[in-house]
């Protein structure tokens, strides 16, 4: 170890909720005020800013604040940049929910607006370049960016392009693209101009938040209060500390807190540094970590009870084991699918399915949740009909179902669902995987308390090939060979037979 360095080097862990730890600054304002070495506080100003309702295609959302009289040197500009690219790829999710642009203040002038335009319509001179380009130009000259390549997506094919003006029909930035050169910050930049664009306005404001909290302190110049009582704490951490120091744990953590009048409740302020707390919870975990997690007292819980699987789970795993005994492959399949999955390739109407809706489903093949196993089986079936024959799968899982007795309107029921394909459609297969389940359940053949089948009308099934099953005096699913017209919607060529039950009421 001769001549080595004795700089101690720290690796730090950031949770992913803690945006305000991201960089050099904000790591070292949450030790100071660890250490009661630092006051929290910032001041910034709102801007004057004009939305107009053409970015509602695009980027609907947008804020911005103005950092006044800041002092940059190298390090504090290069950690001012860090942070915006960091941010970036973090809780902007690499610029698709928030894009950032930072200006000089003094080289523009307000009010801003905010608008979209055609791509034809917009030229201006773009960051570090020497020319004037229109957008659809500035599309081709960034494909070959290293950088910024992968944000062009993001815009591309949109018919209007964001665009932020000053008041003089300056450029400030193109989002989420590029910045105008005339706006660019230096070293000698006294005030700048944060602005963000959003399809998200929570997480515009958080980031708007950050970038101004974390650099707020270079500059020469309310939040938010939520009232707790110590007890609360006390209980949930499994400590018993008093109100007053509990608010000590809680202003080193960055969450200013004083005592009330009564002596019994904590006023807690929530800075905009904080965007990770949104309920009391998050404060009491902030009074742990102030407590120290190794200096919370073990305690033997006051009441005793033994873990066990839940009787449907224990249920469906002794299942599992029987079916793949008795010869049938397990299948996991999507618990989302396509409205035509449940409906029209089982030649049902979808109103008759009891299906609940993705109200903003982002494709076509996860619209609604499932009220049947058969598709996605049926589907694992076409694809890999190349498999040698028979093809024998079984999935036992959960369908979703409108239930206006629920407090949320739908309820989960677990079901076994089994299919046989070959050149014969096997009912006589289906039929003894039946009598078999049974068996494994302890219901005998038999009216009453066992269990036997009849004939019934199911569009999904051939005529004449379908039986519906009861055990226990009740309707618990159906069974038979499956219509032609639904083989071929699922592109299969052979027949196929199907076994539908719910197990719920053998609990």
Request: proline share 5%; charged share 25%; with cysteine.
């Amino acid at each position: 170890a001769e001549g080595a360095s004795d700089v101690i080097l720290y690796k730090i862990d950031v949770p992913a909720n803690r945006y305000d730890l991201l960089c050099l600054e904000g790591l070292v304002r949450g030790l100071q005020v660890f250490k009661q070495k630092y006051v929290n506080a910032s001041r910034w100003k709102i801007v004057l800013w004009v939305c107009l309702s053409q970015t509602a295609a695009v980027r609907p959302h947008a804020v911005a604040a103005v950092l006044r009289n800041i002092t940059f040197t190298q390090e504090r500009y290069d950690s001012f940049i860090e942070l915006q690219e960091k941010l970036h790829q973090n809780v902007c999710r690499k610029r698709t929910l928030v894009a950032i642009g930072t200006h000089d203040l003094d080289t523009i002038s307000g009010p801003f607006t905010y608008t979209a335009k055609p791509p034809g319509d917009i030229r201006f001179k773009p960051l570090n370049q020497a020319k004037e380009y229109t957008a659809q130009e500035l599309m081709s000259l960034y494909k070959t960016d290293s950088h910024l390549r992968h944000y062009l997506h993001i815009i591309e094919d949109k018919p209007v392009y964001p665009v932020i003006y000053d008041s003089n029909g300056i450029v400030l930035s193109m989002p989420p693209i590029i910045n105008g050169d005339r706006s660019k910050i230096s070293l000698n930049t006294k005030n700048v101009f944060i602005e963000c664009t959003a399809i998200d306005l929570t997480k515009a404001k958080i980031v708007l938040d950050m970038m101004v909290t974390m650099f707020c302190e270079y500059c020469e110049e309310p939040f938010t209060k939520e009232t707790l009582s110590a007890d609360f704490i006390n209980r949930k951490v499994g400590i018993s500390e008093s109100t007053e120091h509990i608010a000590q744990l809680l202003t080193k953590m960055c969450l200013r807190s004083e005592v009330t009048s009564d002596g019994k409740q904590i006023e807690v302020e929530i800075p905009p540094t904080r965007s990770d707390v949104i309920h009391a919870c998050d404060i009491m975990e902030d009074a742990a970590m102030a407590y120290g997690f190794n200096n919370i007292p073990r305690t033997t819980p006051r009441t005793y009870t033994v873990a066990n699987q839940l009787p449907l789970n224990n249920l469906s795993e002794l299942l599992r084991q029987d079916l793949a005994a008795a010869g049938f492959t397990e299948a996991l399949t999507f618990a989302l699918c396509s409205q035509e999955d449940i409906a029209d390739k089982l030649l049902k109407n979808i109103s008759e399915t009891r299906a609940c809706h993705i109200s903003n489903p982002k494709t076509a093949e996860f619209q609604v949740a499932r009220t049947t196993l058969l598709s996605g089986l049926l589907k694992t079936v076409a694809a890999n009909r190349k498999m040698p024959l028979p093809l024998r799968l079984f999935e036992i899982s959960d369908v979703v179902l409108k239930d206006e007795t629920k407090d949320v309107g739908a309820r989960n029921n677990r079901r076994l669902c089994a299919v046989y394909y070959n050149k014969s459609p096997g009912f006589e297969v289906i039929h003894g995987l039946m009598d078999r389940v049974m068996q494994l359940l302890e219901v005998k053949p038999g009216q009453g308390n066992g269990y036997h089948i009849q004939a019934a009308d199911d569009s999904t099934f051939f005529p004449g090939r379908c039986a519906e099953i009861f055990a226990r005096g009740k309707s618990i699913g159906r069974l038979g060979v499956l219509h032609p017209n639904v083989i071929n919607r699922f592109e299969l060529t052979m027949p196929c037979s199907a076994l539908d039950i719910d197990i719920e009421p053998f609990l």
